[in-house]
């Protein structure tokens, strides 16, 4: 049967035309279910090997036609490059070779700016942990009692309070785990809109006004019981990293610990002294919590499978089995965690400045910063 003019060749998937694209978000929805699609990915070696997304296949456009016969056919096929026109040419490379394929609209550059979520259930209150894929960053928005939290937002700042007023929550209270070196904070911008209080660990030097943070400072969720919020101070990612306690069950890792690794301690170019930190507010502090506390991080990377609807978590006891990092000693830490040569994210320097109030970025340029991979973790 002939395909539909302008939509491509029927999907292997179903007896219905499919459109000739598909929305980053919709990509996002299926990416971790039985309807997850074949990723070709058309764009050159290095831009493939700097960013992309995860299990996609790189087969560059100038070489698609002849190499057609390793795309599969038994499931929709989507083409991925930079911004979309490449993926257009790839598709009608596909589609002349009898293979039925959409593109990516936007490319990367729309991948880059989606988000979904997740929540985790902690009886009293909720964690909604709200992703940005693109980036395999994750904020989150902590409520109970018609108040919440905000912790690590972007600048998408109207996401946070869409996901707090669904649930008739009031934004009062924002933080930042660190100073973050891979996106643009939206800590300011979302305290501004809610009228909320913007609270930050000093040691990582900010220069502009907020509520300095303490070791051990707890904050109670309206007048929940139960739900209280406390702050630990982990240096070692940054010099006032920190991680929060949720009601005794969860904890807020931000860079300090991943489902998959520990933060890198190199950024700062003080990496011996920044690693010993890291080791000492892992097995001192972190790793003294119970087992089975929830580890909600701030990033993910590659190779932790996501799913719409289910967090990217992990349990204290399960990260100790998996993590052999996290039972060495301080010295074969520090050898390890310091010494690991990967490049910083892009636009490190750039970012540092406007997250630290050095200076400002505009919509335009903040897209252009935060285009990339995270590589946050050792």
């Not at 996106?183 to 000093?202: K, W």
Request: include cysteine.
């Amino acid at each position: 049967m002939a395909a539909m003019p302008g939509t491509g060749r029927r999907n292997p998937m179903s007896d219905e035309p499919q459109p000739s694209a598909m929305t980053a978000e919709q990509l996002a929805a299926r990416l971790g279910t039985d309807r997850a699609p074949m990723l070709v990915d058309v764009r050159e070696p290095d831009e493939f090997a700097q960013w992309s997304i995860p299990g996609s296949r790189n087969i560059p456009l100038a070489e698609l036609a002849s190499r057609a016969g390793e795309v599969a056919t038994d499931r929709q096929v989507v083409v991925v490059c930079a911004a979309g026109e490449r993926a257009k040419r790839g598709r009608a490379a596909l589609e002349a070779a009898g293979i039925a394929a959409v593109e990516l609209a936007g490319g990367m550059a729309a991948w880059a700016s989606v988000y979904d979520t997740a929540t985790v259930d902690l009886g009293a209150a909720q964690v909604v942990q709200v992703r940005r894929r693109g980036k395999g960053c994750c904020s989150y928005v902590v409520g109970a009692a018609g108040e919440a939290f905000v912790v690590d937002p972007t600048l998408e700042t109207g996401r946070y309070l869409a996901e707090a007023s669904a649930r008739r929550w009031r934004v009062t209270r924002v933080f930042d785990t660190h100073l973050h070196a891979d996106h643009v904070s939206g800590g300011r911008a979302l305290a501004a809109a809610a009228g909320a209080t913007l609270h930050l660990n000093p040691a990582d030097g900010f220069e502009f006004d907020f509520e300095p943070l303490a070791d051990g400072q707890r904050f109670t969720l309206g007048d929940a019981v139960d739900v209280g919020v406390t702050a630990i101070a982990t240096p070692g990612h940054t010099r006032g990293s920190t991680v929060f306690q949720v009601g005794g069950r969860a904890l807020l890792t931000g860079d300090t610990l991943f489902v998959d690794g520990v933060g890198r301690p190199d950024l700062a170019e003080r990496a011996e002294e920044f690693a010993a930190d890291l080791h000492r507010s892992l097995r001192a502090k972190v790793l003294t919590l119970p087992v089975g506390t929830v580890v909600l991080p701030g990033h993910y990377g590659d190779a932790v499978a996501v799913a719409p609807g289910v967090p990217v978590a992990a349990t204290l006891g399960d990260l100790r089995a998996s993590l052999p990092q996290l039972g060495w000693d301080e010295a074969a830490f520090v050898e390890w965690a310091a010494h690991r040569a990967t490049p910083r994210p892009p636009n490190y320097d750039e970012i540092i400045r406007v997250n630290m109030g050095r200076g400002s970025a505009t919509a335009e340029e903040t897209s252009r910063l935060e285009l990339g991979p995270n590589r946050c973790a050792a």
